[in-house]
């Protein structure tokens, strides 16, 4: 049972990236899965939500219509396209099914010019 993010690298200020989460041994379509993250020296701060299927996503006001989750239950992946980045979406982004049960190793992102 496992989640692997990737994706994560310095980007500049403005940019773009894809995160990705791939999930293993379990039953990933079924589950409700989260992207979490933690800046430095801060808390862990909820990104965003999608449900099984994909029909509902839910989003942090600070990342609202910057960031898009999506799923690929085909694939068992789920993803994060961060647009338009800037230097306070610096942090560690983790992967995590809603009940908090399972949990990725996270992957980094710095945005710095």
């Known amino acids: 049972v496992q989640l692997v993010e990737s994706g994560g690298e310095m980007v500049q200020p403005g940019g773009s990236l894809r995160l990705s989460c791939a999930a293993s041994g379990f039953t990933f379509s079924s589950y409700t899965m989260n992207w979490v993250r933690q800046a430095p020296g801060k808390g862990p701060e909820w990104v965003s939500t999608?449900?099984?299927?994909?029909?509902?996503?839910y989003y942090a006001d600070s990342v609202k219509g910057r960031f898009t989750i999506s799923r690929d239950d085909t694939k068992n992946t789920l993803y994060l396209q961060m647009n338009s980045l800037s230097p306070d979406d610096t942090a560690l982004y983790y992967c995590a099914t809603s009940n908090s049960a399972i949990w990725g190793q996270g992957t980094q992102v710095t945005v710095s010019s």
């Open positions: 999608i449900i099984p299927g994909g029909g509902s996503t």
